[in-house]
């Protein structure tokens, strides 16, 4: 599971606009999202048409131990959940101060989840309190939404300390990225306020921004995302755009999660091994003859990703289990298969 936390103490810059619609956009593209409202306002559950004031069980009742998280979920649409949050968090973060470890309160409470999602998005309260810090703990990336506002750029540097506190107390590490919003591209102010942000943080303002628009307004208004409300509009697109950013990194992690496994057969009256498997579609791909302090042997270093794969060495045009790998399974074709599992 990915986790991003949206953040900025300075208010009203777009953070629960951003959860509500990167949240809905990896939603539609297939993936299981978890939508975590960690803000007394309730506004992330507002946003999409539901009466958190209501709700019993929210993320309040989550971190007091009162209620397990998956209680607390509420199902919003095809592959979308929330844990919504209302009033009742606002008094909570006093109490959390007794709380021993009590930055890692958050990250406890959802590690049940952990397989059942592809992302939690957390929104935050702008603030930089111990709810907030629990978010930054939990979180292994942040958005950090920024508006015009003459504010903003200082709001950004005290996050960037916190972070950096973190770090250094407590070792983790945040991938954090900038995302202009609210910005209107036909003033001259608005492109400078992009420009300024591109120039102070080269690496990490985003290349896209989320241009002002009133059917942003609206469509929080009515509850709804705004691919829902309109699809065409600009918002909908600079939104798209930010759920694809999103969505490309993915497969950068993954290779980056993936282990190298070496496969080696010793090559003794051998003239040509490939391998095929599970993890190559079973199209034979060549093993390299290299000198080792053993003699001549056959290896291949093959990424995988975590999981198991069946395999089989392809030697002189037979098909051979790996003589190395006691563990093996019955294939179709009524011979076994070697079997591997990183
Ligand atoms: N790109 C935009 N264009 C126009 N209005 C916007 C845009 N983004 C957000 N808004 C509006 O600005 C207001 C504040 O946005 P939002 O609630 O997302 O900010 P926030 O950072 O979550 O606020 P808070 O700090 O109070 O949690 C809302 O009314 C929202 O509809
Ligand atoms: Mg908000």
Sequence with gaps: MRRIVVVNQKGGCGKT??????????????????????????????????????????????????????RAIVHLRENLDIVP?????????????GVPQREYVLARCLLPLQNDYDYLIIDCSPSLGLLTFNALICADEAIIPVDCSAFSLQALRKLFETMALIQEQTGHVLASVILPTNIDLRTTFGRDTVATLTRTFPTQCLPTCIRTSTRLREATQQGKAIVDFDRHCAAAQDYGLLTGAVL??????????????????????????????????????????QECPEGQVWRKSVALVPGSYQYKYLVDGQWLPDPANATTVENSFGSINSLITV
Excluded: C, M, Y
């Design 85 to 97: 949050s209302n009033v009742v968090l606002s008094g909570f973060e006093q109490r959390l101060a």
């Design 17 to 70: 606009t951003t959860a509500i619609n990167l949240a809905s956009g990896l939603a539609l593209q297939g993936r299981r999202v978890l939508l975590l409202d960690l803000d007394p306002q309730g506004h992330a559950g507002l946003g999409l048409g539901l009466h958190t004031d209501t709700i019993a069980d929210t993320i309040h009742e989550v971190l007091t131990g009162d209620v397990s998280v998956a």
């Design 248 to 289: 490309k990194k993915e497969a950068r992690l993954q290779s980056k999660k993936s282990r190298k496994k070496l496969f080696t057969l010793a090559a003794a009256g051998t003239k040509s091994v490939q391998i095929a498997g599970d993890f190559n579609g079973w199209r034979p791909e060549p093993l390299r003859l």
